[in-house]
């Protein structure tokens, strides 16, 4: 069974820049999660997809990121302008659906450098 | 709110020592609890996890019992290998929350020297 898949795996930008990051869940997960993971700091929930609904983006900063889940499948998360403070990992998981019951499958993550 | 407060790194120790990692929580409701693990590249993995107080969760030797009267679900492995090497994050998912989040503390570096 394949993983959860992200790209790109490192990304410098400078601040004021625009970024994308991709992540592709396993095959028939219904939820999609996006974390923030700053140096020093565990993962911080961004924003929560159900299928392609949003279910949770209360931590999300919404004058600069942006995430999409087409089709209930694929995401995308972009940050539009970059500030130095948002240099992080970002992480994509997948689960069966919500609940604890459902173990979340992490992605490698996306290592962005915001110079 | 949630929130959960790990042992700060990192934690050194020989190979075929015994590993404890501390982890407190606190919560509205009654949280299912978690140990994840990130091994050096990788992304992170479920290690074990608890869904009830008094219940064991346990994998690859490592053990964590949740606590409720303590609020805690401490990580202990009786003999630790130099593979064991990686960073562990105590993380709890309270259904109060609705949505079932995870609030993730911030990581304990283990290094087991050979």
């Known amino acids: 069974e394949a993983g959860v898949a992200q790209s790109p795996r490192y990304k410098i930008i400078e601040k004021r820049q625009s970024v994308a990051f991709w992540c592709n869940p396993i095959?028939?997960?219904?939820?999609l999660y996006w974390y923030q993971q700053i140096l020093g700091q565990g993962p911080k929930l961004l924003i929560q997809?159900?299928?392609?609904?949003?279910?949770?983006d209360s931590q999300l900063p919404k004058d600069r990121f942006s995430a999409e889940r087409l089709k209930g499948v694929d995401s995308t998360l972009k940050i539009q302008p970059a500030k130095l403070e948002d240099s992080a990992v970002y992480l994509c998981?997948?689960?069966?659906?919500?609940?604890?019951?459902?173990?979340?499958?992490f992605g490698p993550g996306t290592r962005l450098t915001v110079t | 709110g949630d929130s959960v407060t790990q042992m700060e790194g990192p934690v050194t120790l020989s190979e075929e020592a015994f590993l404890t990692i501390n982890c407190t929580y606190t919560?509205?409701?009654?949280?299912?609890l978690f140990w994840y693990v990130q091994y050096p590249g990788e992304g992170l993995q479920l290690l074990l996890k608890?869904?009830?107080?008094?219940d064991k969760g346990s994998n690859k030797g490592f053990e964590a019992t949740y606590r409720k009267e303590t609020t805690s679900f401490h990580l202990e492995k009786g003999s630790v290998q130099v593979s064991d090497s990686a960073v562990y994050f105590c993380?709890?998912?309270?259904?109060?929350?609705?949505?079932?989040?995870?609030?993730f503390g911030t990581g304990t570096r283990l290094k087991v020297l050979a």
């Open positions: 608890a869904t009830k107080a008094d």
């Open positions: 993380a709890l998912s309270d259904p109060t929350s609705g949505t079932y989040k995870y609030i």
């Open positions: 095959s028939g997960h219904a939820t």
């Open positions: 998981a997948s689960s069966a659906s919500s609940g604890p019951t459902y173990e979340q499958y």
């Open positions: 919560a509205t409701g009654y949280p299912s």
């Open positions: 997809f159900q299928n392609n609904g949003v279910v949770d």
